[in-house]
């Protein structure tokens, strides 16, 4: 019955969507007219009306109709591409049509016609099927993490069916449960029906209830079951002739089932030879290679050698994984490969001329890279953790809580100890119990999901994610913990006995955290419709019954572990999920709501696919959780910080007609990135970085008399050779004045930077401002006829603050600036040195105009189409770098001419921990132009203290 209930729900959804679309002015749906259209609808068919929740039906499409999604934009190269994609070719297409239309239950009209936009342009840059000849097109897609990038393939595979594309592969993590869980989806959205071992009655599914027509119906060679991958007796007895249905293949990244996949190949589906190697072809089946987690396994790792022309090593050996696929692909005349992930950055290190004899060209995504924009209603890591301002982080979601009890000050003892090993067995005060942070975190999801029940959400799945160690053994002994304390919390309540502590426990936490939490969060999302809050008693009441429903379950690679949520009817799925790795890549956890998160990896990829929490999270955001240790908390705001950068930098070549292989060079360049697996970035001791376009500052900061005496006499060492400088600076933008308290020099010498640099002593845990490394790369640069002009600005506090005034010379006084930060031996670390506005000190009119232009052009692709987009009234820092270096139409550029920005740091507001008398802390921004000169340095990595700072490669 709940599932007739269910059914009712999305039929009567869609049917009031298609009426509102109709509408003239979609601006002006509001509740009373979806009340009206569902009368309408109720009129026309009684049944749906049996157990209608008519406010969720509201409520659902007030989300839809307020949603909005950004443009995507791409990089690509033409070469040898013929374009084919048009409306005349899509006229009869049936395995989208049925799709979209079974999206369109769930789905706003604005998600799925941005998914139909979007995938056309995909499949448009690949090959058209019938294209004669050979040819050969590798592309990357990148989106966010938990974003629907599986929404994405299915219906770009749909389309390449209807294309004539007739062989499909899909590559599908490392482990049996992320496989399942594909070709289920798979099974919905693109075959119609479930695939099982044993074909007996065809059990349609998903779009197959909407077209169930068997001339269509596509064929499988995988199913849903744990040992459902490609396997050895399907291998003997499968064969593929030239037939109209195309074939469907999920598979793992594993080398066994690759091989013999590959065989398979070579020995059944071949149908010619390469003239000149002998090679077994297919020529008469075009294949579509869809590889999910691109970056994960499928990268070639090993060292490959190329000589002094670029020319690759034709006996290099690539790793088993990458020579599989690139086999796979070589074996087919007329192939297609296009990589998803979220974290692109392993496939960017790809030397785009990487081939072999055997194997052909290496993966790199020569053809395009298309970088998918976020719907409105994704919760991606800028919402969570905000950006980086000099008042600190701003715009976050209040949903992180630090832990800090689960192992000793030293991080060697304790429940979960940072490097603990498999024989590790977590206690707590000397017991085997929990942290108290982990209890805290069980609290907060039984909160959440007694909160989801009273809103009407109690059929929806609700997950925990508690990810504390790798070793399997050691996540068994956390489940019986959590296994252990939930059984006491769920008797204790049902039975009525002992439940008066556990009652006031969880009171106390809902009307001092977490409540206020719900109602702070709420506030932030003002476009959306508030959820319903329900008070203490009510919660109380069903408090019971929704612990009754919890489970407790280990992660551990099984297909049962992605079935359970497919399989779980009427009543969703409550579930809190122990794992390690298996959870760290692109399994699902439906209805997430609170993350208790320890690991310690520091790799920019691995953490950024660790964010479970990321994603969609309607009607329930106010409930989410994240549970991590301060540690990780300040990585993931520097990845954050970095990856809206370097999406900023994406916009900007797209927005300049670059290719991949721009893109490529930009990011293998990029300081902040040497934050990836090295073994990725095939160098195992150094990286080759370049600062053109972009701005360092200082953040660390040394705290010792020595090194502060010494930074302050560099500074006043390059003041007092400078001249006259102008005072108090100020601009008129735009029709806006713009002032600073401080100084400005123009003209100053190479030199005189140079021998700043020189004296000035940048933090050892300042890895990516480095003086000497900035020093030599200013010089590499002079060589080129760049940097050779420098502005210097010495910028302080505004007056409107309370500020201390130091001294730095005669007639140079300057109002010292307060940053909060954290201290540690020997260090003291801040967020942000310096303001945005900062680096526009001294440029002109024009070029600040071109850069607002530009950044106003950037962000309407990110806005969309909403109406109420902010426009932003003042030039990003990356337009501005580009525009100072690289000029605009009618504007040249002043590659020659950087920025250094000084500043003084108040050594006794700021909470350093300084001696009464100590100097000021001295701190630096460079704001270096945009180049096309290509120059780099090098950075050495020693290995040791890699395998410290950002742990092993995964």
């Known amino acids: 019955m709940a599932e007739n209930h269910e059914g009712n729900f999305s039929k009567v959804v869609k049917v009031v969507q298609e009426l509102l679309l109709d509408e003239d002015d979609r601006s002006g749906v509001t509740p009373s007219l979806i009340e009206e259209k569902i009368d309408l609808v109720l009129a026309m068919n009684r049944k749906w009306a049996d157990a209608l929740d008519r406010e969720a039906v509201v409520d659902e499409l007030i989300r839809r109709f307020s949603m909005w999604i950004g443009e995507d934009t791409t990089l690509k190269s033409d070469t040898d591409h013929v374009a084919w994609l048009n409306a005349e070719r899509k006229k009869d297409w049936r395995y989208w049509q049925r799709?979209?239309?079974?999206?369109?239950?769930?789905?706003?009209?604005?998600?799925?016609?941005?998914?139909?936009?979007?995938?056309?342009?995909?499949?448009?840059?690949?090959?058209?099927?019938?294209?004669?000849?050979?040819?050969?097109?590798?592309?990357?897609?990148?989106?966010?993490?938990?974003?629907?990038?599986?929404s994405n393939y299915t219906a770009l595979i749909g389309k390449a069916a209807d294309a004539g594309y007739k062989i499909v592969i899909v590559l599908a993590g490392m482990h049996n449960n992320l496989r399942s869980q594909t070709q289920m989806r798979l099974d919905e959205g693109f075959l119609g029906y479930e695939t099982k071992p044993v074909p007996d009655d065809i059990k349609t599914i998903g779009v197959g209830e909407i077209d169930a027509d068997p001339a269509i119906r596509p064929n499988y060679a995988t199913n849903r079951s744990d040992k459902g991958d490609f396997n050895a007796a399907t291998a003997r007895t499968l064969g593929i002739s030239p037939e109209?249905?195309?074939?469907?293949?999920?598979?793992?990244?594993?080398?066994?089932?690759?091989?013999?996949?590959?065989?398979?190949i070579r020995n059944h589906v071949a149908n010619s030879h390469d003239a000149e190697t002998g090679r077994k072809l297919v020529t008469h089946l075009p294949l579509l290679l869809v590889d999910d987690e691109a970056d994960h396994a499928s990268v070639d790792t090993g060292e490959q050698f190329f000589d002094e022309n670029g020319k690759p090593d034709e006996d290099h050996q690539p790793t088993a994984i990458n020579s599989l696929i690139r086999k796979i692909l070589h074996s087919f005349s007329r192939s297609a490969y296009v990589g998803y992930t979220a974290t692109p950055f392993a496939n960017i290190f790809i030397h785009e001329r990487g081939a072999t004899e055997e194997e052909g060209p290496d993966l790199f995504p020569a053809a395009f890279i298309v970088n998918l924009a976020a719907p409105s209603n994704y919760i991606g890591p800028v919402k969570v953790f905000g950006r980086q301002m000099p008042e600190g982080r701003v715009g976050g979601l209040p949903l992180i809580r630090i832990v800090?009890?689960?192992?000793?000050?030293?991080?060697?003892?304790?429940?979960?100890?940072?490097?603990?090993?498999?024989?590790?067995?977590?206690?707590?005060?000397?017991?085997?119990?929990?942290?108290?942070?982990?209890?805290?975190?069980?609290?907060?999801?039984?909160?959440?999901?007694?909160?989801?029940?009273?809103?009407?959400?109690?059929?929806e799945h609700s997950s925990m994610l508690v990810h504390v160690t790798r070793f399997n053994i050691v996540q068994k002994h956390v489940h019986e913990q959590v296994a252990?304390?939930?059984?006491?919390?769920?008797?204790?309540?049902?039975?009525?006995?002992?439940?008066?502590?556990?009652?006031?426990?969880?009171?106390?936490?809902?009307?001092?955290?977490?409540?206020?939490?719900?109602e702070q969060v709420i506030d932030a999302q003002s476009d959306e419709k508030p959820p319903v809050q329900p008070g203490w008693v009510d919660v109380e009441r069903v408090l019971a019954d929704v612990t009754a429903d919890i489970e407790v379950r280990m992660i551990n690679g099984t297909a049962k572990d992605a079935l359970d949520y497919a399989d779980q009817s009427g009543a969703g799925l409550k579930v809190i999920a122990i794992g390690g790795d298996k959870l760290a890549r692109g399994l699902t956890l439906e209805g997430l709501c609170v993350s208790y998160f320890l690991r310690a990896s520091k790799m920019y990829d691995t953490l950024m696919q660790m964010g479970r929490w990321?994603?969609?999270?309607?009607?329930?955001?106010?409930?989410?959780?994240?549970?991590?240790?301060?540690?990780?908390?300040?990585?993931?705001?520097?990845?954050?910080?970095?990856?809206?950068?370097?999406?900023?930098?994406?916009?900007?070549?797209?927005?300049?007609?670059?290719?991949?292989?721009?893109?490529?060079?930009?990011?293998?360049?990029?300081?902040?990135?040497?934050?990836?697996?090295?073994?990725?970035?095939?160098?195992?001791?150094?990286?080759?970085?370049?600062?053109?376009?972009?701005?360092?500052?200082?953040?660390?900061?040394?705290?010792?008399?020595?090194?502060l005496q010494a930074n302050l006499q560099a500074a006043k060492s390059l003041l007092a050779g400078l001249g006259a400088p102008e005072v108090d600076p100020e601009r008129v933008w735009n029709g806006t004045k713009t002032k600073w308290r401080g100084y400005l020099w123009r003209g100053a010498r190479a030199a005189d930077v140079l021998d700043f640099l020189g004296g000035y002593a940048t933090h050892p845990d300042a890895h990516k401002v480095n003086a000497p490394l900035i020093a030599e790369f200013v010089r590499v640069m002079m060589a080129a006829g760049e940097l050779t002009d420098w502005s210097v600005a010495l910028i302080g506090a505004p007056e409107s603050q309370d500020r201390n005034v130091h001294e730095l010379g005669q007639g140079v006084p300057l109002g010292m600036l307060v940053r909060k930060g954290q201290t540690a031996p020997g260090s003291y670390s801040i967020g942000r040195l310096m303001s945005p506005r900062d680096e526009s000190i001294d440029v002109s009119e024009e070029v600040w105009t071109a850069a607002l232009a530009l950044t106003r052009e950037m962000r309407a692709r990110d806005a969309g189409d909403k109406p109420d987009a902010p426009v932003p009234?003042?030039?990003?820092?990356?337009?501005?770098?580009?525009?100072?270096?690289?000029g605009a139409p009618g504007l040249a550029g002043d590659p020659q001419r950087g920025l250094l920005l000084l500043y003084l740091i108040d050594p006794q507001k700021s909470e350093a921990g300084l001696p009464?008398?100590?100097?000021?802390?001295?701190?630096?921004?460079?704001?270096?132009p945009g180049s096309t000169a290509g120059r780099k340095v090098e950075y050495k990595v020693n290995n040791v203290l890699w395998e410290q700072e950002y742990g092993g490669a995964d």
């Open 244 to 264: 109209q249905r195309p074939w469907l293949f999920v598979v793992k990244k594993n080398k066994s089932v690759l091989e013999r996949l590959y065989r398979w």
């Open 404 to 459: 800090d009890d689960q192992c000793s000050p030293d991080g060697a003892r304790g429940w979960m100890p940072v490097s603990h090993k498999s024989t590790h067995v977590p206690s707590h005060e000397g017991a085997a119990n929990m942290p108290l942070s982990l209890v805290e975190a069980i609290d907060a999801f039984l909160l959440a999901c007694a909160v989801r029940h009273l809103r009407g959400q109690g059929r």
């Open 614 to 707: 990321f994603g969609y999270r309607p009607g329930y955001l106010d409930l989410c959780r994240l549970y991590t240790t301060s540690e990780l908390e300040s990585w993931f705001e520097h990845i954050t910080d970095a990856a809206e950068e370097l999406r900023e930098e994406f916009e900007l070549m797209a927005n300049s007609g670059g290719t991949p292989r721009d893109y490529g060079l930009r990011v293998q360049s990029h300081s902040v990135l040497m934050v990836t697996s090295r073994l990725k970035m095939r160098s195992a001791k150094n990286l080759m970085l370049s600062f053109s376009g972009q701005l360092l500052e200082t953040v660390t900061f040394h705290t010792s008399d020595r090194h």
């Open 916 to 928: 009464p008398g100590a100097p000021p802390l001295v701190g630096f921004g460079i704001s270096f």
């Open 873 to 886: 009234d003042v030039p990003s820092g990356v337009a501005l770098r580009r525009i100072r270096g690289l």
């Open 99 to 150: 799709y979209r239309e079974w999206l369109e239950r769930k789905l706003a009209y604005t998600a799925v016609d941005a998914l139909d936009h979007t995938t056309d342009r995909i499949l448009g840059l690949l090959e058209d099927p019938a294209r004669e000849g050979p040819w050969s097109r590798r592309g990357l897609v990148v989106g966010h993490v938990q974003s629907g990038k599986t």
């Open 484 to 518: 252990t304390h939930l059984a006491g919390i769920r008797q204790r309540l049902k039975r009525r006995i002992g439940h008066e502590a556990v009652l006031e426990r969880l009171r106390l936490y809902w009307e001092l955290d977490f409540a206020p939490t719900m």
